[in-house]
C-alpha cells in the first residue's frame, strides 16, 4: 500500500496563476484533509470531507477550493495565486471519526 | 476555536538526556490527544493517542504521553534520546466525535551525539 500519494512534491508558481494539489490514497478511509505548514504555526486545516459527496471549510479556506472526486482523491486548487500561499501542503485520510489521521509526504509551494 | 499550546520552541539535548515536550489545550469538553513527530524531510507520522482509559499512554520508539484532564495537559515524554529522534514534534487535539484536529505550533528537538 502506497499509504496517502500526493502530486506534486514541489511547485513554484507566478502570482496570479492557478494549480491544483493532488491527493489519493489507497486505504478505504472515508475523510481526507488539507493543510498547510508554516514556521512556527503548526499544521492548520484548509479544507476537509468527512466523506464522498461533502466538503467543508477549515481554519484557513480563504484563497481555496477542493473537490472530493471520489472516495480515493481529494484535490486543492488554487484559483490565483498569492505570496501568502507559499507554504507545505500535507493532505491526509482518516478511517473515521476519532481516528488517526495519515499524511502525505507534503507539496513544498512558493509563489513568487 | 481550540487552541493547542507547546511551551518550547527548540528544545537541545545531548543523548541519553531526558526529554519532556509540553502541551496544553483550550476546549473544556471531551477530547482525543494526538503527537505526531515529523523527522527530516518526511512527512508526519503518529507516535501515540489518547482517547480514553489509562491517562498514561505509551507510543513507539519508547515515548509516553500523560493525560492530566485537570491540568488540560498531555505532555510527552522519553527517559533517554537517541541521535535519531532529532525531528518536530506536534502536539494535536481534537473533540470527540470531531473530524478536525488543531496543531500546536510544533517543537523542533535536535539531539548531539
Known amino acids: 500500500n502506497a499509504g496517502v500519494t500526493q502530486t506534486p512534491k514541489f511547485q513554484v508558481l507566478k502570482t496570479g496563476q492557478s494549480m491544483t494539489l493532488q491527493c489519493a490514497q489507497d486505504?478505504?478511509?472515508?475523510?481526507m484533509y488539507w493543510y498547510r505548514q508554516d514556521p512556527g504555526m503548526g499544521l492548520r486545516l484548509i479544507y476537509y470531507s468527512a466523506s464522498e459527496g461533502t466538503t467543508d471549510k477549515g481554519e484557513v479556506p480563504n484563497g481555496y477550493n477542493v473537490s472530493r472526486l471520489n472516495k480515493r482523491e481529494f484535490s486543492l486548487r488554487l484559483e490565483s495565486a498569492a505570496p501568502s500561499q507559499t507554504s507545505v501542503y500535507f493532505c491526509a485520510s482518516s478511517e473515521k471519526v476519532r481516528g488517526e489521521q495519515f499524511f502525505g509526504p507534503g507539496t513544498r509551494l512558493t509563489v513568487l | 476555536a481550540q487552541s493547542v499550546s507547546q511551551h518550547n520552541h527548540h528544545v537541545i539535548l545531548s543523548e541519553a538526556a531526558s526529554l519532556e515536550l509540553g502541551c496544553n489545550y483550550s476546549?473544556?469538553?471531551?477530547?482525543?490527544l494526538f503527537w505526531y513527530v515529523q523527522y527530516p524531510g518526511q512527512h508526519l507520522q503518529l507516535l501515540l493517542k489518547?482517547?480514553?482509559?489509562?491517562?498514561l499512554v505509551k507510543g513507539i520508539k519508547g515515548f509516553e504521553a500523560e493525560f492530566i484532564k485537570s491540568k488540560f495537559s498531555f505532555n510527552l515524554r522519553k527517559p533517554s534520546v537517541q541521535w535519531s529522534d532529532t525531528a518536530e514534534y506536534f502536539c494535536a487535539v481534537t473533540r470527540a466525535n470531531d473530524y478536525k484536529l488543531s496543531f500546536g505550533a510544533g517543537t523542533t528537538v535536535t539531539v548531539r551525539a
Open positions: 489518547y482517547f480514553s482509559g489509562d491517562p
Open positions: 486505504m478505504n478511509h472515508n475523510s
Open positions: 476546549y473544556g469538553g471531551t477530547v482525543n
